[in-house]
């Protein structure tokens, strides 16, 4: 069984600094591994995804995320906050050959602050 | 991007009544579609597959004959929520793989709540 976890409910972060949301995953053979973003009362809206190739994956509005086998991690950051990225965030993976179904984790609420 | 839209965004029941959600894939075709539910400040819960042409796949501990879905075109997925109770109430989302299968595009989003 595949499985995300997201160990923080909350992330707290200054406009202008470095965010990081944490990922971790874990899934039989090789992952395919995805972020999404929601706001209020909307559905989800596509990141960045890790397929294959290089491990960090640059993705919209200036977000990325470094996909790390041996800790299986797929962080996601950006180097300068703003206060319009504050929304929940979700990390999902689904196995190679494993269909289309995707596992989310439980979300992080970003909170971007003045 | 692909876009898929969810009708209506938002609806108010009774209990006992049937309420039906469509999915529809607006710029490219959906053999397969998802549907979850998600509960306030909560995660994504899968609940079924729809598969066009063929049977929904749910997953488990979801009613099939409460959730009742139907894939009738490669656009279009609906899913009915029959004699819905309070407990019924909840944001249910779509979504269908697009851009080779490897990312799904979600639905805005149906607030259903029942009285």
């Known amino acids: 069984a595949q499985s995300v976890a997201q160990p923080e409910d909350q992330v707290n972060v200054a406009e202008g600094n470095p965010l990081t949301v944490k990922c971790t995953y874990s899934?039989?053979?090789?992952?395919?591994l995805f972020w999404y973003v929601q706001y209020p009362n909307r559905g989800l809206q596509f990141l960045l995804k890790?397929?294959?190739?290089?491990?960090l994956v640059k993705g919209s509005y200036g977000f990325e995320a470094e996909f790390n086998k041996s800790q299986t991690s797929f962080h996601l950051k950006k180097p300068s906050a703003l206060v319009s990225d504050s929304a929940l965030y979700f990390c999902?993976?689904?196995?190679?050959?494993?269909?289309?179904?995707?596992?989310f984790g439980t979300g992080t609420q970003l909170k971007v602050e003045l | 991007g692909a876009v898929v839209s969810q009708h209506p965004s938002r609806v108010i029941c009774k209990s006992g009544t049937s309420v039906k959600i469509e999915c529809r894939s607006l710029?490219?075709?959906?053999?397969?579609m998802f549907w979850y539910r998600q509960f306030p400040k909560q995660s994504l819960m899968l609940m079924a597959t729809?598969?066009?042409?063929?049977?929904?796949?749910?997953e488990q501990g979801v009613e099939k004959d409460k959730f009742l879905i139907n894939h009738a075109s490669l656009t279009l997925s609906t899913l009915t929520v029959t004699s819905a109770h309070p407990e019924d109430s909840s944001f249910y989302i779509c979504?269908?793989?697009?851009?080779?299968?490897?990312?799904?595009?979600f639905g805005p989003g149906t607030r259903l709540t029942v009285t």
């Open positions: 899934v039989s053979g090789n992952p395919y």
């Open positions: 979504s269908a793989p697009a851009g080779g299968g490897y990312e799904q595009y």
């Open positions: 999902a993976v689904r196995a190679t050959g494993g269909g289309n179904k995707l596992t």
């Open positions: 710029d490219f075709q959906a053999t397969t």
């Open positions: 729809s598969n066009e042409g063929s049977k929904a796949t749910y």
């Open positions: 890790y397929i294959t190739g290089d491990n």
